[in-house]
DNA sequence: TAATCAATTAAGTATTTACTTAATTGAACA
DNA sequence: TGTTCAATTAAGTAAATACTTAATTGATTA
């Protein structure tokens, strides 16, 4: 799995930028009006979001409409689906080398 | 959606940690050698994923046995999916608020 | 009780990050 | 062509992060 897509998320202020981008399209000046944050600081955010792919920006003019990619997060979605569910029983789970210790009580 | 979870998945270490323990349970000396780190790193790490409520730490004399909580991160998945899916069509989704730029074109 | 061992905490450090203001880029239009 | 506007990039900074080694805690056992 890729720490890259949790790091892009990891910040509150993109975090929020992207829930917000998950109900419509908005541009940088939007949403640092929004945010009350400098536009400088929402570009900075939009490149992380964007180098990770996890929106893209679409330009009319002199305006750039930012939307959600929704691939990734439903890409996420399921390798996080994944995690929550335990693996099957394996044949190779000895206790000593499941737990590491020298005196490893059973689990 | 709280960026703490996030945060606490965007190390790559962290991630590592969580795949490892998503297979079997393990104690801080047992990851600290699959992850060539000190016990005192992974200690910190195993702080950090606690203290989020990703892991929890089982006791058994000196040892502690970490193991991953499976609902964080089935809870976490489903609001990804949340995020992943469009939402329906409003009536209040005039382009002008939606974008919030001046001479808005419409999407 | 003293020695042992896993785990945590303390202290220090190099790197990364999230912002700011100022300067730059690039398209639109009077 | 020159002005205007959105967006990006540059430069600087305070705070957070991920590690290290050393010291400490707390339970086990000789």
Redesign the pocket.
């Known amino acids: 799995m890729d720490s890259q897509l949790f790091?892009a998320l990891?910040?509150g202020?993109r975090l929020r930028i992207v829930e917000l981008l998950s109900g419509r399209e908005y541009?940088?000046?939007a949403l640092s009006l929004k945010l009350r944050?400098?536009?400088?600081?929402v570009?900075?955010?939009?490149?992380?979001l964007r180098d990770v792919n996890l929106v893209e920006?679409v330009s009319y003019?002199?305006?750039?409409h930012y939307r959600l990619r929704r691939e990734p997060f439903e890409a996420l979605s399921l390798a996080l689906r994944e995690l929550a569910t335990p693996p099957a029983v394996r044949k190779d789970c000895d206790a000593k080398e499941q737990v590491g210790?020298?005196?490893a009580r059973q689990a």
């Open positions: 790091k990891s910040d202020t541009c940088v000046r944050l400098s536009e400088s600081a570009s900075q955010h939009m490149k992380v920006g003019g002199y305006y750039t210790c020298r005196t």
